[in-house]
C-alpha cells in the first residue's frame, strides 16, 4: 500500500531555501513527482525523478532553483527549493507516476499525499 505523507513546508522570506520531504512506508519502485497548487485552481507540474534518480525534469518555472532527488533506502523523495520566490507560495504535493517515464500531467499520477503549505513572503 502507498500512503505518501509529505512534510518540510513553512513560511520563509523571498530568497530562502526550504526542503520538503515525501515519505512512504514502503519501497517504491515508481517515478516520483511533485506537483503545487493554489486554491481554486489547477495542480501545476514542479518536477519528477525516476526510480533510480538518474533522469529528472522540471518546470521551466523552478529550473536552476529546485532540485529533486530520492533516498530508495529510506523510501523518501526530497525537494530541494533555493532562491524562493512570492510565487513560489502553493501546497505541495508528491504523487507515484503510473507509467514508466517522467509525465507533467497530473492523470499520469496516483497516491496523493496530504500536501504541505509553503508561503513566501517578499
Known amino acids: 500500500q502507498v500512503q505518501l505523507v509529505e512534510s518540510g513546508g513553512g513560511l520563509v522570506q523571498a530568497g530562502d531555501s526550504l526542503r520538503l520531504s515525501c515519505t512512504n512506508s514502503?519501497?517504491?519502485?515508481?517515478?516520483m513527482g511533485w506537483f503545487r497548487r493554489n486554491p481554486g485552481k489547477e495542480y501545476v507540474f514542479v518536477a519528477a525523478i525516476d526510480w533510480s534518480g538518474s533522469f529528472t525534469s522540471y518546470a521551466a518555472a523552478v529550473k536552476g532553483r529546485f532540485t529533486i532527488s530520492r533516498d530508495n533506502a529510506k523510501n523518501t523523495i526530497y525537494l530541494q527549493m533555493n532562491s524562493l520566490k512570492p510565487e513560489d507560495t502553493a501546497v505541495y504535493y508528491c504523487?507515484?507516476?503510473?507509467?514508466?517515464?517522467?509525465?507533467?500531467?497530473?492523470?499520469?499520477?496516483?497516491?496523493w499525499g496530504q500536501g504541505t503549505q509553503v508561503t513566501v513572503s517578499s
Open positions: 514502503g519501497r517504491i519502485y515508481n517515478p
Open positions: 504523487a507515484r507516476s503510473t507509467i514508466n517515464s517522467l509525465p507533467t500531467d497530473k492523470y499520469f499520477y496516483d497516491s
